[in-house]
C-alpha cells in the first residue's frame, strides 16, 4: 500500500510551524542557492551527519545545539543567496521582449534543430576516427534500435544514463556509442565500435 505523507503533517507530528513565503518565492530561493551554493557542507555542515549527532527531542533543542556548533552558518548561507539575487535581478533588469523573444527563438529553432541532428553529428565524428562512412539508419532499422552505421558497424546512440538503467526495453546486438552533454557539447564514448572493429 502507497501512501502519501504530506510536509504539513509531518510538521504537525514534530509541532513544527513552517513559514508562509509569497508565490514564487521557493522555486527562486531554491534556483539562488543552488547558483550560490550557500547550503553546500562546507557552508552549513554535512546535515545527515550532524543530525545523527544530535541527541535532543524538539526543534528549539536541534536550533541551539546547531548554532552553537555552527554560529555563522546561517549568516554566510542567507549573505551568498543574497548576492546571487541581486545578480538575478540585474539580469532580470536586462530583459524585455526582444531577450524573451531571442531566448524562444533559440530554444525552438537551434536547440530542437540541434537536438534532433546530434545523433548524425556523432556518427559523423565516429566516422571521421574509423576512416570510413556513415549513414542514418532506415525507419525499419531504428525500430530494432539502430541508429546508423559507421562503415558497416550497426550502432545505437544512447544517453551515459543508458547504462546505469537495469531494466533495458530492447536488447541490442550492436555497438553503442554513449555521450554525456558537457558545458562546451558532448562528452562521446566510441569504445564500443572501436573495440567491435
Known sequence: MKVILTFKEI????????????????PLINLANQYAQGTRPRVVGQMSNLIKEFKGNTISEWEDWYLKRNPDSIKKATEKILQMLKEFKDTIDKIDEKTVELWVKD????KTYIGLRFQEAILIKGAEIMKTNYRLST?????????????DSPVSIKPVSYESKQFLPEELNVSIITYKKSSNGLEVDYSSLIKST
Do not use: Q, R
Open 139 to 151: 525507419s525499419d532499422e531504428e525500430a530494432k534500435g539502430i541508429d546508423g552505421y559507421i562503415g
Open 107 to 110: 530554444l525552438v529553432i537551434v
Open 11 to 26: 510538521n504537525s507530528y514534530f509541532n513544527i510551524e513552517s513559514p508562509e513565503f509569497p508565490k514564487y518565492f521557493t
